[in-house]
């Protein structure tokens, strides 16, 4: 096994449907957001906290913070697989990619339910 | 006849004697007769035959003599000398490790084409005519079976240059679609298992460098988007 290629882990179908699934989402989040928040009547804390909190929009954008990071993750995964060849450090780099990404998922679900 | 002279900068890496690979500044006579860059070349070659380089057909057919053409990759046999600025800078095909200046070693590209079986697997018993396809099933293979393996699309790509060892390339990809495409193979699952992972298609990020580079005028992003399409139909 010194030298040997191995290929074949089967999850990149997965992946790449999931980032085109994901980044559909995301730009039909941003311009779902952009029209409503232009309908918003004038704009201050208070509008934006009400706009922000109410069901509908806590719901998409609970699902829009979930596809970032799953976007994200593949994104990024890609650009180690790319670039880092060590397999030991590339490990090091997705763990940590992982956690980061699993981190700012859970501080942007917290800020969105304290609103 | 009118002559005019043209100038040249050519890559020169001989491993016997040089420490390093150059750039050698020659100028060569053409007339009304030479119109493709190759005729220019087979010129150099006679004013100094220590310049290296592969040649065959002639005529777009074989796909030995590709390079890398004032930054972009191409057949010279196929290169029009009347649209090149000058100097004309000649490199090898990037990414691909040299064997004497123009020439590169092509074992890895081969590897990955051999690495999609890009033979018919079919383990019926031969009929008495043909394997049969209507026409609509052949149009398919249109624009796919062309390819010449010139190695001009897989070396144009970041993601080869990247991961050779992993990644099949562009050229490879659009021979396996031209098997996964063609109704008389029977190994389409496998084909597409092959293929399943997340380095040996899905390093392709659509950026076109392979469409911009070859010289048949073959679409491989395209292919590889079929081959994408069938994995979503398999799966979904």
């Not at chain 1, 929009?57 to 990071?69: G, K, P, W, Y």
């Not at chain 2, 052949?138 to 796919?144: A, P």
């Amino acid at each position: 096994m010194v030298n040997k290629i191995v290929v074949g882990a089967h999850y990149g179908l997965k992946d790449w449907l999931g980032q085109r699934i994901t980044a559909a989402f995301m730009a039909a989040y941003t311009v779902i957001f952009a029209v409503l928040l232009a309908g918003q009547p004038d704009l201050n804390y208070e509008t934006w906290r009400a706009f922000m909190s109410g069901g509908f929009m806590r719901f998409l954008t609970f699902l829009f913070i979930l596809s970032l990071t799953f976007h994200a993750w593949v994104g990024v995964r890609d650009i180690w697989m790319d670039y880092v060849k060590p397999t030991g450090l590339r490990l090091a780099l997705h763990v940590l990619t992982l956690l980061a990404l699993v981190g700012y998922t859970g501080w942007a679900v917290s800020i969105l339910w304290r609103l | 006849m009118t002559t005019r002279t043209m100038q040249f900068r050519i890559y020169r890496y001989d491993p016997d004697k040089d420490d390093k690979p150059y750039l050698q500044d020659i100028s060569v006579e053409v007339d009304a007769t030479d119109r493709k860059l190759l005729d220019a070349m087979v010129k150099l070659k006679a004013k100094d035959d220590t310049i290296a380089f592969r040649r065959s057909c002639r005529e777009g057919v074989c796909g030995s003599d590709a390079l890398n053409i004032n930054g972009r990759n191409g057949l010279a046999c196929l290169t029009d000398l009347k649209d090149l600025p000058e100097p004309v800078v000649l490199r090898p095909l990037p990414g691909l490790p040299i064997i004497r200046d123009l020439i590169v070693d092509m074992t890895q590209f081969f590897k990955q084409y051999h690495s999609i079986k890009p033979y018919l697997i079919n383990n019926d018993p031969p009929p008495e005519t043909e394997r049969l396809q209507t026409p609509e099933e052949r149009e398919e293979l249109n624009g796919v079976y062309e390819c010449i393996l010139c190695a001009c699309c897989s070396t144009a790509c970041p993601s080869f240059w990247w991961n050779p060892d992993k990644y099949v390339g562009p050229a490879g990809l659009l021979q396996a679609y031209r098997f996964i495409a063609d109704t008389r193979d029977q190994a389409t699952s496998e084909r597409l298992d092959n293929l399943e992972d997340p380095y040996r298609l899905f390093r392709c990020h659509s950026i076109m460098n392979c469409v911009d580079a070859c010289p048949k005028g073959l679409n491989p992003m395209r292919a590889i988007g079929k081959i994408k399409d069938a994995m979503v139909r398999r799966a979904v």
